[in-house]
Every structure is written in structure tokens, then in C-alpha cells.
């Protein structure tokens, strides 16, 4: 949804929220509940992440320039 608004908008999203009702019927939440944190950047783009667990402080995040998850937690 995120790619399809750049591609009509020619850029990306502000939030999440202007993806619904057209890109998506409403925003996901992860499989274990939380909400996805939405960061435009500068540089990549932008970043989607969601925490791996409520008492750890590790999560995952997705940029568009790599097309892929890093779950590595910075190491």
C-alpha cells in the first residue's frame, strides 16, 4: 500500500492513515496486537517497525532500500 501511494502520489505517505480507504480498508495491527511505527527518512525513504515483544525492547523493521526485514536488533 505504501509503494502504491508513492507510485500515484509521487511520494510517500505523511502517516499511515491517508492509505485508508483507498490503499487499505484500515490499518493493520501486527500478529501480536501492536501497531506498526511508520518514520518517514530522509534518505531511505522510510521505515515500518513493529516490536518483536511488549518486555523486550527488540523489534523489526522494513526499508524500502534493502526490500527486506532486519530483525537484528543493531548487532
Do not use: H, M
Amino acid at each position: 500500500a505504501i509503494e502504491n501511494y508513492k507510485q500515484d502520489q509521487n511520494q510517500f505517505p505523511k502517516k499511515l492513515a491517508v492509505l485508508v480507504p483507498i490503499y487499505l480498508s484500515e490499518i493493520p495491527n501486527t500478529l501480536t496486537g501492536q501497531d506498526f511505527n511508520y518514520t518517514l527518512a530522509k534518505i531511505d525513504g522510510y521505515y515500518l517497525c513493529f516490536d518483536l515483544s511488549v518486555s523486550l525492547a527488540s523489534g523489526c523493521c522494513y526499508s524500502p532500500k534493502f526490500r527486506t526485514w532486519d530483525c537484528t536488533d543493531g548487532d
